[in-house]
């Protein structure tokens, strides 16, 4: 499970990821049984594909090629969402998750060998978890990770609905933060779900409870709050972007 808050850095009006223990990061592979089937589902001749190739890669089937969908233009610049590349992102991201106010939230403060576990637990997964940089207006400024909500742990703590997909987000740079950004861009994601992903009806995020700058951004963003949430890790506020009223909200 990728951290179980879905919002941006501590502090600001968009509020705090917080990531649990990396044991749920790390429950990243599907039961062999069920890749199978969604593999065989997928291929277009319908006789499969080798379920460790790129059907169930990380830009593959399970979130629908994320690595192919368009930049979306929001009130704030051009935003597009690329497929983290180790090589060429580990040094960026790993800034950012040693700055002060990121790293008590996200607990990945350190050598750039700890964030990178992170990152391979993704990259390295079934696909059901995709880590991406958000590029604003050609400037890497966002660190997004777009998941399967419906087959990561956090589905035990909530009613799951087939293909719900869930955001979480740390903006980066310290000067972007607290100007807004954050309903923006979660906003502009959220629709960049819902009209890539034909599936999935909901986009969701579980905020802490108590964050209440995080839980305002979200309803700014046009979620809308579902209910209580017991994770292991904090009392959550299920956020829900619904695909039904994603023009009335």
């Given at each position: 499970?990728?951290?179980?808050?879905?919002?941006?850095?501590?502090?600001?009006?968009?509020?705090?990821?917080?990531?649990?223990?990396?044991?749920?990061?790390?429950?990243?592979?599907?039961?062999?049984?069920?890749a199978a089937f969604l593999v065989e589902d997928a291929a277009p001749d319908g006789g499969g594909t080798d379920?460790?190739?790129?059907?169930?890669?990380?830009?593959?089937?399970?979130?629908?090629?994320?690595?192919?969908?368009?930049?979306?233009?929001?009130?704030?610049?051009?935003?597009?969402?690329?497929?983290?590349?180790?090589?060429?992102?580990?040094?960026?991201?790993?800034?950012?998750?040693?700055?002060?106010?990121?790293?008590?939230?996200?607990?990945?403060?350190?050598?750039?060998?700890?964030?990178?576990?992170?990152?391979?637990?993704?990259?390295?997964?079934?696909?059901?978890?995709?880590?991406?940089?958000?590029?604003?207006?050609?400037?890497?400024?966002?660190?997004?990770?777009?998941?399967?909500?419906?087959?990561?742990?956090?589905a035990r703590h909530y009613p799951a609905r087939p293909h719900d997909t869930g955001v979480h987000l740390l903006?980066?740079?310290?000067?972007?933060?607290?100007?807004?950004?954050?309903?923006?861009?979660?906003?502009?994601?959220?629709?960049?779900?819902?009209?890539?992903?034909?599936?999935?009806?909901?986009?969701?995020?579980?905020?802490?409870?108590?964050?209440?700058?995080?839980?305002?951004?979200?309803?700014?963003?046009?979620?809308?709050?579902?209910?209580?949430?017991?994770?292991?890790?904090?009392?959550?506020?299920?956020?829900?972007?619904?695909?039904?009223?994603?023009?009335?909200?």
């Amino acid at each position: 499970m990728p951290p179980t808050d879905a919002s941006t850095t501590s502090g600001t009006d968009t509020g705090t990821t917080r990531a649990p223990s990396n044991e749920d990061t790390l429950e990243l592979r599907l039961p062999d049984d069920l890749a199978a089937f969604l593999v065989e589902d997928a291929a277009p001749d319908g006789g499969g594909t080798d379920p460790g190739g790129a059907a169930l890669s990380g830009t593959g089937e399970l979130l629908d090629h994320l690595a192919d969908w368009r930049p979306t233009v929001t009130p704030v610049g051009t935003l597009r969402l690329l497929p983290v590349r180790l090589e060429r992102d580990l040094p960026l991201i790993s800034r950012w998750m040693n700055d002060s106010a990121v790293a008590s939230s996200w607990k990945l403060a350190g050598p750039e060998e700890v964030t990178a576990n992170h990152l391979r637990a993704q990259l390295d997964g079934d696909g059901r978890s995709v880590p991406c940089l958000g590029v604003l207006d050609g400037t890497p400024m966002s660190y997004w990770e777009i998941y399967r909500a419906d087959l990561d742990p956090i589905a035990r703590h909530y009613p799951a609905r087939p293909h719900d997909t869930g955001v979480h987000l740390l903006i980066g740079p310290v000067a972007d933060r607290g100007r807004g950004l954050g309903s923006a861009l979660l906003r502009a994601v959220a629709d960049l779900v819902l009209d890539n992903r034909p599936s999935c009806a909901r986009v969701v995020a579980e905020p802490d409870l108590r964050n209440f700058p995080s839980v305002s951004a979200f309803l700014t963003a046009g979620f809308r709050f579902s209910a209580e949430v017991d994770l292991p890790d904090k009392r959550a506020a299920l956020m829900i972007r619904d695909r039904l009223l994603r023009d009335l909200m």
